[in-house]
């Protein structure tokens, strides 16, 4: 089993930064890729960012590229959200999440999720 863990979470104004973090603990020997995803309130949970922890390729919504970037520390099991000109409607809880397959596609299953972090984008 693998434990994810989100921290970062917070309030912050229009046009500010943030940075997520996601620790993993447990078999985490089995996490191929990881990824954020958010939920507004009264919206679906939508893909953000997705890394490979093997070599680093990355895959983003459409709507943060150029903004938003992921990363990996191995030895540390975690992996990072900077998000960068932030706008109001981006408010909602972060979910960091892991799988076992290498494969970037976002639409693919999850194996394991974390419980979120709240985001709050004020304007």
């Known amino acids: 089993q693998v434990h994810l863990v989100e921290s970062g979470g917070g309030l912050v104004e229009s046009g500010g930064s943030l940075t997520l973090s996601c620790t993993a603990s447990?078999?985490?020997?089995?996490?191929?890729?990881v990824g954020w995803f958010r939920q507004a309130p009264g919206k679906e949970r939508e893909f953000v960012a997705i890394i490979r922890r093997r070599d680093g390729t990355t895959d983003y919504a459409g709507s943060v590229k150029g903004r938003f970037r992921i990363t990996r520390a191995n030895a540390r099991n975690v992996v990072f959200l900077q998000m960068n000109n932030l706008e109001p409607e981006e408010t909602a809880v972060y979910y960091c999440?892991?799988?076992?397959?290498?494969?970037?596609?976002?639409?693919?299953?999850?194996?394991?999720w974390g419980q979120g972090t709240q985001v709050t984008v004020t304007s």
């Open positions: 999440a892991a799988r076992r397959s290498t494969a970037l596609i976002p639409t693919q299953p999850m194996d394991y």
């Open positions: 447990g078999r985490t020997s089995g996490v191929a890729t």
